[in-house]
C-alpha cells in the first residue's frame, strides 16, 4: 500500500523517474496489476524508453477494462489485439433455459428471492466457457435481470459480446432526462450501470435507493431544488422520478466542478466537496486525477464510470472520444472559477 501511494505521490507530480523506482520496489504480483503496467509503460514513455513502453502497451491493449482501454489509445492499430465478438444462437439460449439449474433461478426471481437465485446463478454458472457465459446473459437479458446480463456477459475473456455488457434499458426515460439536464447521456448510462446494473429495486446498505442509488436526504433536497411537486420518499423508487433527479444531480455536479465529468463523477460518489479537495496545486490529467483518489472505492467507481462512458458512446450513435479526452484535464485548485451555489450538506450524494 505504501509503495501504491509512493507511486502515485509521484505520479502527481508527473516525476516518472520515481514512479518506476516505486513500481520496481512492488512485488511481482502488485506490479503486475493493470494499474501498474499502465504507469510504468507511461512512465518509460515519458522518458522516450518507446520500444519497451510499446510492448507493455500492446499486452495491456488486449484486456477490457480501463487501463486496457487507455494502453490502446497509446499504441497504433496495427499493434492493438483484434476484438473477437460473438452472437448466440437460439439453440445455445434455449439450452440454458431448459437447464434445470437456471429453471431453479427462474422460479426464485418470481418469488422476489434475489439473492438466491444471485446464488444458483453464480454455481450453474461457475465452469462455463466464453459462449456459455455470453448464452447465459443473453437468457438473463431476455428476461430483463440485467444485473445478473451483465455481470455473466463481464466475465468473457477473448470472445465478448459487448450490447449484453452494456445494455441500454429505460432508453426514451435516459435519453429524455439527459437531454433536459443537459448532461452526456452515456455518462448517465456509465453512472447508471454502474450504480445498479439497471435493477431499478436495488437499495444499497446505506440507504441509497433506485436505478440511480440517491440517498433520501439527496433525493428530497434534488427535488425540491427541481421543483418536484408534492415530493415523497416513496417516489425514489419510481423509475422515471429516480431517473430524473439522478441526472439533475449529476448536471449541478457538473456544473459544479465547472464541465469536468471525472469530477463530477468523484463527486455523485464521495460528495462534491471531497472531489474538490483532491485537485492539486497544478493541472493534472484526468487519469492521474482519478488515479491518486484517496478512497479506494471512489477511485474504482470513477475509473469504472468512465470507462462505461467510454464504450456507451458508440452503442448510442453517439460522438466518440478517446478516453483520455473524455477524462480531460483538472484544473488547479487555485485555477477553477469560483461559484456561488456550494452544495448544502444534505447534497452529498456519499456515504461517511
Known sequence: EQLAWYARAALREKNWDTVL???SKMSPEQAAEGAW???KARALKAKNQTLEANTLFAKLSTERHFYGWLAQEEVDGAMSAPLYTYKVTDEEVAEIANNVAFKRVEALQRV?????AKSEWAHATKDFDDKQFLAAAEFAQSNKWYDLAIITADKTTETHDFALR??????????SASAENDVDEAWVYGITRQESRFM???KSGVGAAGLMQLMPATAKWIAGRAGVDNYHHGMIHELDTNIALGTYYMGYTKDLMNGQEVMATAAYNAGPSRAKKWMAATPLEGAIYAETIPFSETRLYVQKVMAN?????PRLGLKSMPLKQRLGVIPSKFGMMSTSQEPLLEAEQASE
Do not use: S
Open 200 to 202: 431499478h429495486y436495488a
Open 309 to 313: 462512458a467510454h464504450l456507451y458512446a
Open 37 to 39: 503496467r499502465y504507469w
Open 166 to 175: 452494456y445494455p441500454t434499458p429505460y432508453h426514451d426515460l435516459i435519453k
Open 21 to 23: 523506482t516505486a513500481i
Open 112 to 116: 422476489d428471492l434475489r439473492w438466491e
